[in-house]
Every structure is written in C-alpha cells, then in structure tokens.
C-alpha cells in the first residue's frame, strides 16, 4: 500500500552547523494517527516543517500519498502546502482581525473558489468542531481550545489527506487538551485523514496509534 507519509535518509543541517535530523526514514500508513515524541531540541519541528513543505531536507527524500516532494520546485511545494496537509500549530495562528468563519475559509482564498462556497464550506467546518455558534466570534473573544478548534477546521478546509499537528495543545489546560485530541481522533477515524501530531504530553500520546520518537535528530523508537 502506499504510505501517507514515508521519508528516506533525511537530514537538515543549519547554516549555523546544527545538525536537526539525521538519515530519518519513518513511514506512516494512510489514516494512521501517529505521536511525535522527543525532548526539546530533538527536531520534531525541524521534521515537521520539511514534510509540511515549510522547510528543505539537506538530503534524502519524502514521499506525500506516494508522490515525490520536489523542493526545488516552488510551485509544487505551493500545492503541497495548499492542498496535500493541513498545519495546526501551538500557538492557534489565527488572522486576529477575521471572524472564525472567515479564518477557516481564508485558504479557500487561493484556490479561487467562490464565496458562497467557502462561506458553506467554513460553517460545515465549524459544524464538525462544534463551533456553529461561534462562527462570527473574533479570535479574541474564544477560549484558547475554541481558537484551536477553529485552527483544526480551517486545516480541513482544502479537504488535506495529511493533517501536521506541532503541539496543539501545548497552549492548553490537560482538560481541554483530551478533548482537542478526542476531537482530531474522531476526525481521523471519520474520515481516514493521516495525522502526525507532536506531543509532549505522555497521556496524550496513548490516544494514538503509536509513537515515533527522536533523539538529538535520529529516530530512536
Ligand atoms: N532555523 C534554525 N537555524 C539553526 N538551528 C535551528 C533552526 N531551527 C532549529 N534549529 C536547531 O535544530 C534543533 C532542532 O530544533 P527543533 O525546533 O526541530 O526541535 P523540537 O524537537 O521541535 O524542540 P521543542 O520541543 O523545543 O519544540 C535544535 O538544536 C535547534 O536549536
Ligand atoms: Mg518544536
């Protein structure tokens, strides 16, 4: 079967001499829900950044749905962000000066769908989150798990195979951070939608599938 996610010998070494990851080949099957572990500095972010197309690999190669990511080529690496994985990040990134509702339609923007669809799209997003009542909420009027909701649904909204979660709940209490993870398990196994979320939190990580974890750039587990 082709592999949601499968990465070959990679390596990223900073300019500065740091060497992020090295010779990383870890394969995530589609639908799998997957736990990034390691201490901090072990380059979890490093490897989540290259398969979300945020970042070049110095060496070896990632494959997204059995595609080949092309680095070099800018317009690819475009696509892929767009359209193959959706990011969730630790601090929300949500647009302040937008409505949850337009947050969560704003990728929407560059795929020149028209408005009324991605006004439909949004609130069927935040439907499935259970935001509906909050659609016209600026960021600064939700909870910080209410704000993430909103980031997961806006990561869903170019119906990405992929989903990269960079510690979702890091900015959560542990209440709120179970029922952001029971929210992305239920996404995952409702629609088979691959996730690899990086997580510090041991509880946490016995909601997946099971745990890749790294040490000083090398997967040890
Ligand atoms: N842009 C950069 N330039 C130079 N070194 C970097 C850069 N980004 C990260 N690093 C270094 O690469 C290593 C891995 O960093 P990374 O951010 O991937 O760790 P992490 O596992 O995500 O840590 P944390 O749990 O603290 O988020 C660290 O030693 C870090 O200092
Ligand atoms: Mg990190």
Redesign the pocket.
Known sequence: MTAGIRTESLSRQ???G?C?LRDVSVTIAPGEFVALV??????????MNILGGLDSPTAGSVYLDGGKVEYRDRKSLINLRRTQVGFVFQQFNLIPTLTARENVAYPLLFNYRPAEERRDRALGLLDLVGLSERADHLPHELSGGEQQRVAIARALVCSPRIILAD?PTGNLDSKTSAEIYHLMRTINQEQAITFLV?T?ERELASYCDRTIQ?RD?MVVA
């Open positions: 900073f300019a500065n740091v992020a390691g201490r901090s500095g072990s380059g979890k972010s490093t490897l510690e990086v510090h790294l750039g």
